[in-house]
């Protein structure tokens, strides 16, 4: 145990309220490449020290501990359901770098459990948010984990790019961990590609970095690569070496996922070189392993490998049972490519036998397969053309955000030292953010920012509203120097009376728009009659006979195609509404 971990200990051991949490959260995090077993032990105790201490923030940061170590065991369900309520926490806390930390876990758990396109998307969200805080720390392992859902895509060249940025990264921030793991990485894509002299090289460099630093996680996926690669030179006595020492290490660490996997390319190795008992005998300890994780999956994958073993040995009736448990999985797992392979088995197990109906049947499900795997994959090539187009449509977003809020910032410094917005508010309306008539941020602040609310609130299933609103002056005719005074002055109390987090900007003429995240149409309508009855109450002495009326229109549907379908529809009813003198409180337009 490293000094840091003796110090931790003794902390956790000796403190008391906050102080031991503290010590529990960095022991929890210290151990999650060590002993993820003792890191869930110590995430636990921290999350229900933190309930009882009423931190939030804290309980969440424990939760994002737990799911982290809960995946490295293999229990990949229970690791989503601790990111997942450690994502509202954080989210609560408005912890943005523990959000993304938490979307980061999702998505690596969820490539894990083979859900492809949307571990892009969790991760791409990670990106994202990582980005925007400039924290280059985690944004390396955020990259890192992109490239490893790549690999599993087969899409090696984008693989490569992300694992050399990570690594790039990561040795410039002195983030080791990443380093290490992006090297790996790095080194497998090589593999993948066939360039075996820089693979090797890759790999040799990750279990010296690993040994030199004390990463025991890292240490057995180096190893455990290198065996791979070694086995796929021809280097049998070095792949055995390695895979061996890498199950030493898997077994210390009671890291059954690592543990799983090395088994499991032992089997492989051992059947590459024609030693089928022995390839055996590692199948049937990987099973072994499997049942105490109940992860089916790699159940039906090791009992496909033990299956097709047993059958190149002759052992008929025993690689038919594993081959039918495999199928079975499959079946059950809709694992498709599993049972592909499964039914090409028994196909030739049939054939062996001289069952020709049987083989037929088989031969047929296992074109069948074939041909729907084809199909998936494109179908997931194109998903994630779609999720990479949403990327960069949201780093437009965001960085038409940041220019607006650059901004507004400025306004506020010549408010500061000026008192007055002079030639700073010409500006800033010369570039549309905001409208010189009423002072608000314009059409090119909200539609940024609506873009972004859209879509958090389908991603997270929260409600929307926004609303069109308009205001009418009455019969009176008012001039219009003082018809700009008073759309600032109706402005300026909309804004005080809604809440920090909605943002009311100016569309045309006398048209608002106000955009209420979290808020549905009942909710806005309580919103808007508030409004409506403040403005009628508001009087202005130069003007005697001016009584405002506020007309407005609400869509709540977030089910359309595009964020701008929204203002589209509003507009439109708002539109149809002053035409015939029916404007609503706030008419519900979230059915389509």
């Excluded at 992109?146 to 087969?154: C, F, M």
């Excluded at 097709?308 to 498709?336: I, M, N, P, V």
């Excluded at 069948?368 to 990327?391: F, G, H, K, P």
């Excluded at 002056?473 to 809440?499: K, N, S, T």
Aim: glycine fraction near 8%; hydrophobic fraction near 40%; charged fraction near 25%.
């Amino acid at each position: 145990m490293s000094d840091l971990l003796d110090q931790l200990e003794r902390q956790v051991h000796t403190a008391q309220g906050r102080e031991r949490l503290r010590a529990l959260l960095a022991l929890a995090a210290e151990l999650w490449d060590k002993n993820p077993a003792a890191a869930v032990r110590r995430a636990k105790e921290a999350a229900a020290l933190a309930l009882t201490l009423q931190d939030g923030g804290a309980h969440a940061q424990a939760l994002l501990e737990l799911g982290r170590s809960l995946y490295r065991m293999g229990q990949y369900r229970a690791a989503l359901d601790a990111l997942d309520e450690a994502a509202r926490g954080h989210e609560a806390a408005g912890d943005t770098v523990g959000l993304a930390r938490s979307w980061m876990g999702t998505g690596t758990v969820r490539s894990s459990l083979g859900q492809l396109p949307s571990a892009l998307e969790a991760l791409f969200t990670a990106q994202t948010m990582f980005e925007s805080q400039g924290n280059e720390w985690y944004l390396c392992a955020c990259l890192n984990n992109i490239g490893l859902v790549y690999h599993r895509l087969d899409d090696n060249p984008a693989s490569l790019n992300y694992a050399l940025r990570a690594l790039r990264m990561a040795t410039g921030v002195g983030n080791t961990t990443v380093r290490i793991a992006a090297t790996n990485n790095v080194g497998n894509v090589c593999m993948a590609l066939e360039r075996h002299e820089e693979a090797l090289s890759y790999q040799n460099e990750a279990l010296h970095l690993a040994r030199v630093h004390g990463s025991p996680y890292n240490e057995i996926v180096a190893l455990t690569n290198l065996g791979s690669l070694q086995a796929t030179l021809g280097q049998r006595d070095g792949a055995l070496s390695s895979l061996r020492r890498a199950g030493e290490l898997s077994e210390t660490s009671d890291d059954l996922e690592n543990l799983v996997e090395i088994c499991s390319s032992l089997g492989d190795t051992h059947r590459r070189f024609g030693d089928a008992a022995s390839a055996l005998a590692a199948y049937e300890q990987a099973l072994t392993l499997v049942g105490r994780m109940g992860d089916f999956y790699l159940e039906a994958s090791v009992q496909l490998r033990r299956g097709t073993t047993l059958l190149d040995g002759g052992q008929l009736e025993s690689a038919r049972d594993a081959l039918h448990r495999a199928l079975t999985l499959a079946e059950r797992l809709h694992a498709d490519a599993i049972a592909s392979e499964a039914h090409k088995q028994l196909c030739a197990l049939h054939e062996t036998r001289q069952e020709l109906t049987g083989a037929l049947r088989h031969l047929r499900e296992h074109l069948r397969l074939t041909v729907a795997l084809n199909r998936a994959a494109a179908e997931r090539q194109s998903a994630v053309r779609v999720i990479e187009r949403d990327l960069e449509r949201s780093r437009q977003v965001a960085a038409a955000q940041r220019e607006w809020l650059e901004g507004l910032q400025l306004a506020q410094a010549g408010l500061e030292h000026h008192h007055t917005l002079g030639p700073l508010r010409a500006e800033l309306a010369g570039q549309a953010l905001l409208d010189p008539r009423t002072g608000l941020p314009g059409r090119r602040v909200l539609l940024p920012a609506l873009e972004r609310a859209f879509e958090q609130a389908r991603r997270g299933n929260q409600p929307l509203s926004l609303a069109v609103l308009s205001l009418d002056f009455g019969a009176e005719p008012v001039p219009a120097p003082a018809a700009a005074r008073v759309l600032q002055d109706a402005g300026r109390q909309i804004q005080q009376l809604i809440r920090g987090g909605d943002l009311l900007t100016h569309l045309d003429g006398d048209d608002f728009a106000l955009l209420l995240p979290g808020t549905d149409a009942e909710g806005a309508e309580r919103l808007l009659e508030r409004l409506r009855r403040a403005l009628a109450a508001r009087a202005w002495p130069d003007l005697p006979g001016l009584r405002l009326t506020l007309g407005s229109t609400v869509c709540a549907d977030t089910a359309r195609a595009q964020a701008e379908d929204m203002l589209d529809q509003a507009r439109q009813q708002h539109s149809a509404g002053r035409a015939t003198g029916r404007h609503s409180a706030a008419g519900d337009l979230s059915q389509p």
